[in-house]
């Protein structure tokens, strides 16, 4: 398995843990954008955005719902989820949400 980021040391997240680090990322009040890549480089962290990022977005599950729009159109690539500090102008916390199968999930 392709270690991406920090969560991709652990298990993959089940869909109520991956719905749990959304609801996470828009309690904080956090830009949330959903990214895309079908060879995901280590080296280069730009990714294809999915959509203009979600600005002002208070209910996850408008997010959930762009993510399964995301997973549903790309099912053979990696889909990535941002949060971003509008403030600090800087990306705070991303995962890896998806996963093609000959990755092993």
Do not use: N
Request: a negative charge; proline letters at 8%; aromatic letters at 10%.
């Amino acid at each position: 398995m392709k270690r991406l980021e920090t969560f991709s040391y652990l298990p993959p997240f089940s869909e109520e843990e991956t719905a749990a680090q959304v609801r996470h990322i828009v309690e904080r009040g956090l830009v949330v954008a959903i990214e895309h890549t079908e060879a995901p480089d280590p080296r280069s962290p730009y990714w294809t955005l999915w959509k203009l990022p979600l600005f002002d977005v208070r209910d996850s599950e408008l997010v959930l719902a762009d993510l399964d729009a995301c997973r549903q159109e790309h099912p053979e690539s990696y889909v990535k989820v941002v949060g971003y500090d509008a403030g600090r102008q800087g990306q705070v916390i991303s995962f890896v949400a998806h996963r093609p199968r000959e990755d092993g999930v």
